[in-house]
């Protein structure tokens, strides 16, 4: 207030350039004799602004106006300084000389510049002071919107752009809350979904749902956050954001709980959509058709469920629309219920007839999937029939299904000539349908076919046809003709009357992508070089070899016994920056099994645990299948320790594979030594190669048997295992043995086999006749061992009931048990025969 006063003398009475005014009488402090430097604060006079005696306006003074004219300026050119507090006072003067008469007062004042120095305050960090500002405007009775007009509002959007390119996201929000709270218009200042992807991106949903809820949009916003957030697979932050919609929005919004369901199927949490679901209808709402359809979609994956859904819909009295039966059709699809499929099918046309629905091209393309999916070609092709007839039109996703259906039987020729079909019908294709068309080729061998496919659309493009039946087909799309104009008939008249093709072809480029490479890659078969032109020419043009690229070279590489280019490749593949995946090393794997180096083999699956890649069932099988590849004990150990892996991953294989790799491995047992090739190498063991828990008895028990420290004690439980399993079991120990016995270590205790219970008169008991008949007779009759048997005896030896303390988790320890024992003599007799007796072939009856 000083530094006006100073200049001015009083800041109520205006200088006044007119000493003739009969009012006034000339001031010294008007006049002064030495002319001063004018301050850039006195308000000059305008132009345009006629002398005061020409005022002839009876409803106002001429002196007043100039005196609010003053006010306006001074306040304006203030407050476009940042002092507000002196504006406030002249604003307060101005409007009690003037009776209050805001409007006029406002009126003359100069918005943008007011705004220039109210933003000018808050960008320097007086955000308190701007809103004590605005709040004391309102009390003097001056709308703080009626401060905003085209001035004003430029000046707040350069504003708030500088605050968002600044980061200063937080001020930008706040401001937009004062403005909102104001009634003033925010809606075109900055465009809302840019902020609010940035909050997205920086994973701040609070801020973005602050921000959203001041915009009049907000209830489409905030939808658009939860759903950015779901694609984003941020469920945490998509769940933060629907919590604060409610809480802003102060109900439920049918389509906030659409877009938060969607968003648990985005981020495969179907689970949790059940419960948001559920939560809802505790509170006795009733939800639309879209909060049901979007459940539906997003348990889509589960029919029992999705049906589930469907009845609670009928329950309640929601009527169906044409996407619940769609998403119907596709839980179908993914259960493979074909049946079920063909009745919701029928329905539907049903409901169609009537009336009462119109089916969409989804519907026609989810069953012709259906039918691809069941290799039902002819009733595929019914349903395109049922669609022309109804006046929809195919699109991509309609050709692409009916091709893959031809190509899924490997009619290779019937998937080219309904491409062609489909070029006719005016639908250019996209690269995924041509991929499909290419890996028809591949899948049949036709290698040859595909490439010359891929280099004619490469040169030559598509020819996209524009001519009658386009036409017609676009019509059935647009709805401009009926359906009975619209016949099967009547739209094939057309490729069959020349007169009707007066129109021009649209040439459509071709744009392959990675995935048409790799497929072409597959076409090589196992020619190395070739494939390697192909991933040389998919860099030419701009792509990057993916995974899949790499898993391919590297088994073309397996393929054509190319070891060293299998493993030069995966090298490369890391080289270049693309970490290997578990395909990769399976792939690898693989490579490794074919051209018979295990070693290489079991070092890239540690390496794989070791990277923390969770090995799957390929992965697992690969190795197994090896089997015929081992001889040693610690190879064996290799395998059964991947074979325990595989079961504690939660896999279910088929215990053939391992059952005839030991009984491969123990059958070596009575092959006579001349017949051997070579000893065995050192015997590395395997880390605990029983501790994994396992479902297989016979397989945990042989994982057990074939330790280290279990060897000395010489106790051999078969107790639950059918005499193919048991003999198999004695003759893995007897391996063990032997080989442990070439390495040094020799027998020390004689080795007792636990048969059973000892129970009498059961069919346990006849069980326990049998195997150890079948276990004495390989024993002493084949290999030449002594045998000793005898009635049920109790548990004997110290080592003998610490074996049975160990093996508890088989069978509890019996009172009486049936036995056979092979003396330590004989066994040392045994080990140091030259020949063997002969050799049985396995029994592979229980």
């Given at each position: 207030m000083g530094e006006f006063a100073i200049i001015f003398g009083s800041p109520l009475i205006p200088p006044d350039s007119n000493p003739h005014h009969p009012n006034l009488k000339p001031s010294k402090n008007l006049y002064p004799k030495k002319k001063k430097k004018k301050s850039l604060l006195i308000p000059s006079r305008s132009p345009s602004l006629p002398p005061p005696l020409l005022l002839v306006d009876s409803h106002r003074h001429p002196r007043?106006?100039?005196?609010?004219?003053?006010?306006?300026?001074?306040?304006?050119?203030?407050?476009?300084?940042?002092?507000?507090?002196?504006?406030?006072?002249?604003?307060?003067?101005?409007?009690?000389?003037?009776?209050?008469?805001?409007?006029?007062?406002?009126?003359?004042?100069?918005?943008?510049?007011?705004?220039?120095?109210?933003?000018?305050?808050?960008?320097?960090?007086?955000?308190?002071?701007?809103?004590?500002?605005?709040?004391?405007?309102?009390?003097?009775?001056?709308?703080i919107r009626s401060l905003v007009d085209e001035s004003a509002m430029a000046a707040l959007v350069r504003e708030c752009r500088l605050l968002v390119e600044g980061g200063r996201l937080e001020e930008f929000v706040v401001l937009m809350e004062i403005l909102s709270g104001y009634q003033i218009s925010i809606k075109y200042i900055v465009d809302p979904m840019k902020i609010i992807n940035i909050f997205i991106d920086k994973r701040d949903p609070n801020m973005a749902v602050r921000y959203a809820s001041v915009l009049p949009q907000s209830q489409f916003l905030f939808c658009s956050i939860i759903q950015e957030f779901g694609r984003k697979g941020d469920l945490a932050s998509a769940l933060t954001s629907f919590e604060g919609s409610k809480m802003k929005s102060g109900g439920h919004n049918m389509y906030v709980y659409r877009s938060i369901i969607d968003a648990c199927g985005l981020c495969g949490e179907s689970l949790k959509s059940r419960s948001i679901f559920e939560e809802l209808m505790a509170l006795k709402i009733i939800p639309n058709v879209f909060v049901f359809n979007s459940l539906m979609n997003t348990n889509a994956h589960d029919l029992r469920y999705t049906l589930h859904v469907y009845g609670q819909m009928?329950?309640?009295?929601?009527?169906?629309?044409?996407?619940?039966?769609?998403?119907?059709?596709?839980?179908?699809?993914?259960?493979?219920?074909?049946?079920?499929?063909?009745?919701?099918?029928?329905?539907?046309?049903?409901?169609?007839?009537?009336?009462?629905?119109?089916?969409?091209?989804?519907?026609?393309?989810?069953?012709?999937?259906?039918?691809?999916?069941?290799?039902?070609?002819?009733?595929?092709?019914?349903?395109?029939?049922?669609?022309?007839?109804?006046?929809?039109?195919?699109?991509?996703?309609?050709?692409?299904?009916?091709?893959?259906?031809?190509?899924?039987?490997?009619?290779?020729?019937?998937a080219i000539q309904v491409f062609d079909e489909m070029l006719l019908t005016g639908?250019?294709?996209?690269?995924?349908?041509?991929?499909?068309?290419?890996?028809?080729?591949?899948?049949?061998?036709?290698?040859?076919?595909?490439?010359?496919?891929?280099?004619?659309?490469?040169?030559?493009?598509?020819?996209?046809?524009?001519?009658?039946?386009?036409?017609?087909?676009?019509?059935?799309?647009?709805?401009?003709?009926?359906?009975?104009?619209?016949?099967?008939?009547?739209?094939?008249?057309?490729?069959?009357?020349?007169?009707?093709?007066?129109?021009?072809?649209?040439?459509?480029?071709?744009?392959?992508?990675?995935?048409?490479?790799?497929?072409?890659?597959?076409?090589?078969?196992?020619?190395?070089?070739?494939?390697?032109?192909?991933?040389?020419?998919?860099?030419?043009?701009?792509?990057?070899?993916?995974?899949?690229?790499?898993?391919?070279?590297?088994?073309?590489?397996?393929?054509?016994?190319?070891?060293?280019?299998?493993?030069?490749?995966?090298?490369?593949?890391?080289?270049?920056?693309?970490?290997?995946?578990?395909?990769?090393?399976?792939?690898?794997?693989?490579?490794?099994?074919?051209?018979?180096?295990?070693?290489?083999?079991?070092?890239?699956?540690?390496?794989?645990?070791?990277?923390?890649?969770?090995?799957?069932?390929?992965?697992?099988?690969?190795?197994?299948?090896?089997?015929?590849?081992?001889?040693s004990l610690h190879e064996i150990q290799q395998c059964l320790s991947v074979y325990q892996d595989m079961r504690s991953a939660g896999y279910n294989p088929n215990d053939y594979y391992l059952k005839e790799l030991i009984e491969e491995w123990c059958e070596e047992v009575i092959i006579t030594n001349d017949k051997r090739k070579s000893l065995p190498g050192p015997i590395r063991q395997c880390n605990e190669p029983g501790a994994y828990e396992t479902q297989s008895l016979f397989l945990e028990k042989v994982a057990v048997y074939l330790q280290k420290d279990v060897v000395d004690h010489c106790i051999i439980?078969?107790?639950?295992?059918?005499?193919?399993?048991?003999?198999?079991?004695?003759?893995?120990?007897?391996?063990?043995?032997?080989?442990?016995?070439?390495?040094?270590?020799?027998?020390?205790?004689?080795?007792?086999?636990?048969?059973?219970?000892?129970k009498k008169g059961s069919t346990v008991a006849d069980h326990e006749v049998e195997v150890e008949h079948a276990i004495f007779q390989v024993l002493q009759d084949t290999l030449g061992l002594v045998v000793l048997s005898g009635p049920p005896q109790s548990p004997g030896s110290d080592l003998e009931n610490a074996a049975l303390h160990n093996n508890d988790s088989f069978a509890r320890k019996p009172k009486h048990l049936r036995r056979l024992k092979v003396t330590k003599e004989s066994l040392h007799n045994w080990l140091q025969k030259k020949d063997e007796i002969g050799k049985i072939h396995p029994v592979y009856t229980k």
């Open positions: 007043s106006d100039l005196h609010r004219n003053y006010h306006a300026r001074l306040a304006s050119r203030l407050a476009g300084l940042g002092k507000l507090e002196d504006f406030l006072m002249v604003v307060e003067t101005a409007l009690a000389s003037s009776g209050g008469d805001v409007s006029r007062f406002v009126s003359d004042l100069d918005m943008g510049m007011v705004w220039v120095g109210v933003l000018g305050v808050m960008r320097n960090g007086g955000l308190e002071a701007v809103v004590g500002f605005l709040g004391r405007v309102e009390r003097l009775g001056i709308p009928q329950s309640l009295g929601i009527s169906l629309d044409i996407a619940s039966y769609n998403i119907l059709l596709k839980a179908c699809y993914v259960a493979k219920r074909i049946d079920l499929a063909q009745d919701i099918y029928e329905e539907v046309k049903h409901l169609a007839s009537r009336r009462v629905l119109h089916l969409d091209v989804i519907t026609y393309s989810t069953m012709i999937k259906v039918f691809a999916e069941a290799k039902m070609l002819q009733m595929a092709f019914h349903v395109k029939e049922d669609m022309l007839n109804a006046g929809v039109c195919p699109n991509i996703i309609t050709w692409s299904s009916l091709i893959d259906a031809c190509a899924s039987r490997g009619l290779v020729d019937k639908c250019e294709p996209n690269s995924q349908c041509c991929n499909i068309l290419l890996s028809a080729c591949v899948q049949s061998y036709q290698y040859d076919r595909a490439f010359r496919l891929f280099y004619s659309w490469k040169e030559a493009g598509f020819e996209v046809n524009h001519t009658k039946k386009a036409q017609v087909y676009r019509n059935i799309e647009m709805g401009a003709v009926s359906a009975n104009d619209t016949c099967v008939n009547c739209v094939n008249s057309y490729v069959n009357d020349t007169h009707h093709f007066q129109g021009l072809t649209k040439v459509v480029s071709f744009k392959p992508t990675v995935a048409t490479y790799n497929i072409l890659m597959k076409a090589c078969g196992s020619d190395y070089y070739r494939a390697r032109a192909i991933m040389d020419e998919m860099r030419m043009v701009g792509l990057s070899p993916n995974h899949i690229s790499w898993s391919t070279l590297i088994d073309i590489c397996g393929s054509s016994h190319n070891m060293k280019g299998a493993m030069q490749s995966f090298k490369t593949m890391r080289d270049v920056g693309i970490k290997p995946d578990v395909v990769a090393y399976t792939t690898a794997i693989k490579a490794c099994v074919k051209n018979k180096d295990s070693i290489s083999a079991f070092s890239l699956f540690e390496e794989m645990k070791r990277h923390q890649l969770q090995p799957n069932l390929v992965t697992y099988n690969t190795l197994l299948r090896a089997r015929s590849r081992y001889g439980d078969v107790r639950g295992l059918s005499k193919v399993e048991s003999r198999i079991v004695v003759l893995s120990v007897l391996r063990m043995i032997k080989e442990r016995n070439i390495l040094g270590h020799p027998v020390k205790d004689d080795m007792t086999i636990i048969i059973g219970d000892g």
